[in-house]
């Protein structure tokens, strides 16, 4: 069965202050794992898709990476703004379907 | 262009009720798919259609839940006799080209909150 867990549960920022999130997960066969932000009362929105160790991907003032088994989304110089909870999941070769989410993390970014 | 798209936002029902949610998946995609999200948990997957058709039916929790999908577009969750464990937000999602090595993504729409008093 694919699991995923993510830490820490919640995260305090100063703005400006960088830090990483962590997501490990075990899965029979990795197809991708997925990073989305949710915002309150919102559904997830798609941020980043990684398919192979070693790969990252970069988007304003966030970066993902991959190993086989973990990933962490790295947060640069954040601002208020970045305030969200940050939801990690996986897709299994068995399931070319579902994904498996993690609890997520939510992110405070303050002035 | 349009994203998915959910309805009602929110719905109140006393238990006992039956309820149908509604998805309109964004324009193209063949692959949909529902999950719930209950309070401090992560999202929990429900069923994946491709087309017309659910070849994954293993996440419903129950006989009193159960889905279809017409015209390859809009599906529709139905919870028959809702109890209170029911009360979650339902999500849908869809994909262009579920499983392939581009193209993946799932596409949330904004949820259905459901309240079972």
């Known amino acids: 069965e694919d699991q995923v867990t993510q830490s820490p549960e919640a995260l305090r920022l100063q703005e400006g202050e960088s830090s990483s999130l962590n997501c490990s997960y075990t899965v029979s066969g990795l197809r991708g794992l997925f990073w989305y932000r949710q915002d309150p009362g919102k559904g997830p929105e798609f941020l980043f898709t990684?398919?192979?160790a070693g790969e990252e991907k970069e988007k304003e003032r966030l970066k993902a990476t991959l190993t086989k088994k973990e990933s962490f989304l790295h947060i640069t110089a954040p601002k208020p703004e970045d305030s969200a909870t940050y939801l990690c999941?996986?897709?299994?070769?068995?399931?070319?379907?579902?994904?498996?989410f993690g609890t997520g993390t939510r992110l405070q970014v303050t002035l | 262009g349009a994203g998915v798209s959910q309805s009602p936002s929110n719905k109140v029902t006393e238990k006992g009720k039956d309820v149908e949610l509604r998805c309109d998946p964004i324009s193209g995609h063949t692959a949909l798919y529902w999950y719930r999200q209950s309070l401090g948990q992560g999202l929990e997957f429900l069923i994946y259609f491709q087309g017309n058709s659910a070849p994954d039916k293993s996440g419903l929790p129950s006989d009193r839940f159960s889905a279809e999908r017409t015209g390859g577009s809009v599906s529709t969750l139905t919870i028959q006799r809702t109890q209170q464990e029911d009360s979650a937000v339902y999500l849908c999602?869809?994909?262009?080209?579920?499983?392939?090595?581009?193209?993946?993504?799932?596409?949330f729409g904004p949820g259905t909150r459901l309240t079972v008093l």
């Open positions: 999602a869809s994909s262009a080209t579920p499983g392939a090595a581009d193209g993946n993504e799932q596409f």
């Open positions: 990684l398919y192979s």
């Open positions: 999941a996986v897709q299994g070769a068995g399931t070319a379907s579902k994904l498996t």
